[in-house]
């Protein structure tokens, strides 16, 4: 009677100790997932924006080369991980590696390495030259397939992988390397606007975010988080076009303006576009290698449409 008393005991000393044990941990709080992400992001771009400025040319050069290479890479791996778990084809290996010949090959030529590089509108027929061989090698690639027989959806995933993530990520380099001004002043410019952006959303919409604006993509987005984004990437941009216009070449608080709003307006469209991707893949987050972040993708998403905004309006309305 007492051994059955004693099992009985230990079974329910045992019970919630096991159920504890086994419950699922309490997510974080939105400060914490903030603060991580916050982190992450400081760490990374700081990485990128100190090697611009190291004295030894190739050094920055190549070290601000591998930072975008591994972008890249990670990148349109993790969205043809999408395009997979969607159960759509693509030839993941062949994107791959054409999405890092093309950031290379572009390095290569706005560095000066093949020679003069003066010119945006040469280094964009450049890039188009690799896009025209780079299609044709995909209907190559299609014509020897034997596991992929719905050509047009696996080459039209494959390419779009390509001008997703590291042909709108190209622009980066482009205004690095932008000839008619100090690009190294620019791309800091750009990625504390967009960052401003980021910013401003998740904290308005936090703490005063009460209407929704697209829940069937993004349930988390509201319009004042989209002001709030607006608002911080605005005075951001007033910001740095008062504390360093004379590096700004052509910077005005006119075009301060009009950049926070083009910008910030951006972000949060490629905010959107991405959890549109993740909300048709079933996942959340498009990776685990980033802290508070998630992917690679989670990181860039605001700033893959932003980055030929930039360069387009640097050269077309900044330096005519």
Request: proline share 4%; charged share 15%.
């Amino acid at each position: 009677m007492s051994r059955a008393r004693a099992s009985s005991g230990a079974a329910d000393t045992m019970g919630p100790t096991t159920e504890a044990a086994t419950a699922p941990p309490a997510p974080a709080s939105k400060r914490a997932v903030f603060l991580r992400r916050s982190l992450s992001f400081v760490v990374l771009w700081t990485l990128v924006i100190t090697t611009l400025f190291v004295a030894n040319r190739y050094v920055s050069g190549f070290c601000f080369l591998g930072v975008m290479l591994t972008l890249a890479g990670l990148g349109l791996s993790e969205f043809y991980a999408l395009v997979a778990r969607r159960g759509f084809g693509c030839f993941r290996d062949w994107g791959i590696v054409g999405g890092l010949l093309l950031m290379g090959s572009t390095f290569v030529y706005l560095s000066g390495a093949l020679g003069t590089h003066d010119a945006p509108a040469k280094a964009n027929d450049f890039e188009t030259s690799f896009l025209i061989l780079f299609v044709l090698g995909l209907c190559v690639r299609q014509f020897v397939s034997r596991t992929q027989d719905s050509g047009i959806l696996t080459i039209s995933t494959t390419l779009f992988g390509l001008m997703y993530v590291p042909w709108l990520l190209n622009f980066i380099q482009k205004i690095r390397f932008f000839p008619a001004a100090d690009g190294r002043v620019y791309l800091i410019y750009f990625l504390v606007v967009t960052k401003f952006s980021d910013t401003g959303a998740y904290l308005t919409g936090s703490l005063l975010g009460r209407h929704k604006m697209i829940p069937r993509i993004s349930p988390g987005k509201t319009w004042e988080g989209f002001a709030g984004a607006i608002l911080f990437s605005t005075l951001a941009s007033l910001g740095l076009a008062y504390g360093v216009g004379d590096r700004l070449r052509g910077m005005t608080p006119f075009h301060a303006v009009v950049l926070g709003v083009v910008l910030s307006v951006a972000a949060v469209i490629g905010d959107l576009i991405e959890s549109l991707f993740k909300r048709e893949a079933g996942i959340k987050d498009s990776g685990r290698s980033l802290p508070g972040i998630g992917g690679v993708l989670d990181l860039l998403d605001s700033l893959l449409f932003n980055a030929p905004l930039m360069y387009l309006y640097l050269r077309h309305v900044l330096t005519p």
